[in-house]
């Protein structure tokens, strides 16, 4: 029993680790106040993060309960942010999220099956 109590305690107080590159920038960045202050969450995530940006599969964060769009997202997430480097990077990561496949808006053509 006792194993049973340990557990969700442990978990409860183990660091929270961002998914992916664009969810520990979205994590870190919103309210940041100065361009260098931006670059180095850039750098925190880029080591937690090896594969950047484009190891996160467009769309990734696209669902019922996320932004409807990476705009939407971007608006949302930069708006209280006076860093112009954090609110470029918020909206990298809001596009990459939570917009479709380029195929989605004409750019591309879709995957071949």
Do not use: Y
Not at 65 to 91: H, V
């Amino acid at each position: 029993m006792r194993p049973l109590l340990i557990l969700p305690a442990l978990l409860l107080a183990a660091p929270a680790l961002a998914a992916n590159m664009a969810t520990c920038l979205l994590d870190k960045l919103p309210g940041t106040q100065n361009d260098v202050a931006a670059q180095a969450v850039f750098q925190v995530c880029s080591a937690e993060h090896p594969g950047g940006i484009q190891a996160v599969p467009q769309g990734d964060g696209r669902g019922m309960l996320g932004f409807k769009s990476g705009p939407e997202c971007t608006a949302k997430k930069a708006g209280d942010t006076r860093s112009t480097r954090a609110a470029e990077l918020i909206g990298m990561a809001c596009r990459r999220l939570h917009d479709g496949p380029d195929w989605e808006r004409g750019e591309l053509s879709p995957p071949k099956k």
